[in-house]
């Protein structure tokens, strides 16, 4: 596994330079769901598939930005999903980006996840492996040095309300306005990397994409943005639902599934779960 984690140290000191030569022009290709994929998006796709093919303990591959999985080496053990270049989008405005690496074993499923690493891109440069706790570590001159250990409090002060108000459920509308008209401080970039990073360095709070209904099963994919942060969020000692259940729990039928997803500590999904059981 260290092999793995020295490789995305490796993939992030690239994708960095890549970011600040400053190319955020479209590309001719999509994605599969359809995105016209940035240059970038491809630049930085590219890079991790380099450096994951010296990988030997690493059988199996798949990035968000591809339509299936790419064996590697037959006696791997591991299996890695990825989203290369989370909310690329925001680079052209300055704001942080992220990647993120679900790491599996067995098969791509949420019960299998042994792992999870995601690095934001931001005025500095951080990166955070979840494994038995949540360790930051952060690029200094060339190197990711330590920094500290990520725990979430029981209950915390941040908001942050993913997708468009106007295909909100009115429950999960009514839970956003209380917490608003209770303590919560608004916190949303339309980053999810930065986003649950604030939360899980500010101590707690809420971070949720809910199922919508343009979007009744969200936006956000499971196997490289749900599973990762929700290993997370468990392991820093807050949790991840889909609204009824622990999203760890949820099987994957296809590599590119979505699913509603709320991240946060462990009076906030409390309070999700409360809401949301009567509905849906
Ligand atoms: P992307 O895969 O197109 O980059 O979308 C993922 C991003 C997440 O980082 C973020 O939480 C979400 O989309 C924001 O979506 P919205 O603008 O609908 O709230």
């Given at each position: 596994?260290?092999?793995?984690?020295?490789?995305?140290?490796?993939?992030?000191?690239?994708?960095?330079?890549?970011?600040?030569?400053?190319?955020?022009?479209?590309?001719?290709?999509?994605?599969?769901?359809?995105?016209?994929?940035?240059?970038?998006?491809?630049?930085?796709?590219?890079?991790?598939?380099?450096?994951?093919?010296?990988?030997?303990?690493?059988?199996?591959?798949?990035?968000?930005?591809?339509?299936?999985?790419?064996?590697?080496?037959?006696?791997?053990?591991?299996?890695?999903?990825?989203?290369?270049?989370?909310?690329?989008?925001?680079?052209?405005?300055?704001?942080?980006?992220?990647?993120?690496?679900?790491?599996?074993?067995?098969?791509?499923?949420?019960?299998?996840?042994?792992?999870?690493?995601?690095?934001?891109?931001?005025?500095?440069?951080?990166?955070?492996?979840?494994?038995?706790?949540?360790?930051?570590?952060?690029?200094?001159?060339?190197?990711?040095?330590?920094?500290?250990?990520?725990?979430?409090?029981?209950?915390?002060?941040?908001?942050?309300?993913?997708?468009?108000?106007?295909?909100?459920?009115?429950?999960?509308?009514?839970?956003?306005?209380?917490?608003?008209?209770?303590?919560?401080?608004?916190?949303?970039?339309?980053?999810?990397?930065?986003?649950?990073?604030?939360?899980?360095?500010?101590?707690?709070?809420?971070?949720?994409?809910?199922?919508?209904?343009?979007?009744?099963?969200?936006?956000?994919?499971?196997?490289?943005?749900?599973?990762?942060?929700?290993?997370?969020?468990?392991?820093?000692?807050?949790?991840?639902?889909?609204?009824?259940?622990?999203?760890?729990?949820?099987?994957?039928?296809?590599?590119?599934d979505t699913s509603p997803a709320f991240f946060g500590s462990c009076d906030e999904i409390n309070r999700v779960l409360k809401v949301y059981k009567n509905h849906g």
């Open positions: 596994m260290q092999a793995i984690f020295e490789a995305i140290k490796q993939t992030a000191i690239e994708i960095q330079n890549l970011i600040e030569q400053g190319d955020t022009s479209k590309s001719e290709q999509e994605n599969s769901t359809g995105d016209t994929q940035l240059k970038l998006d491809i630049k930085s796709d590219l890079v991790i598939e380099k450096i994951f093919a010296d990988v030997k303990c690493i059988k199996q591959i798949v990035s968000e930005e591809q339509e299936a999985i790419k064996h590697l080496h037959d006696d791997g053990k591991y299996l890695i999903a990825y989203d290369p270049l989370d909310g690329s989008s925001l680079v052209d405005v300055n704001l942080s980006v992220g990647s993120i690496f679900g790491i599996y074993e067995n098969s791509f499923e949420g019960k299998n996840i042994v792992a999870a690493v995601y690095v934001v891109f931001g005025p500095r440069v951080e990166l955070i492996i979840a494994q038995d706790d949540v360790k930051m570590y952060r690029l200094l001159n060339g190197s990711f040095e330590f920094i500290q250990t990520l725990k979430l409090q029981q209950k915390g002060t941040l908001n942050a309300p993913g997708s468009t108000q106007m295909c909100w459920e009115p429950y999960h509308k009514q839970l956003i306005d209380d917490m608003f008209n209770e303590t919560y401080t608004m916190r949303y970039s339309g980053g999810m990397v930065p986003d649950l990073h604030q939360i899980l360095i500010k101590g707690g709070g809420l971070f949720s994409y809910p199922g919508t209904t343009d979007k009744p099963k969200g936006k956000l994919r499971q196997l490289f943005e749900v599973f990762p942060f929700a290993y997370t969020f468990e392991k820093a000692q807050g949790a991840a639902v889909d609204g009824k259940q622990r999203v760890l729990d949820i099987p994957t039928e296809h590599i590119h």
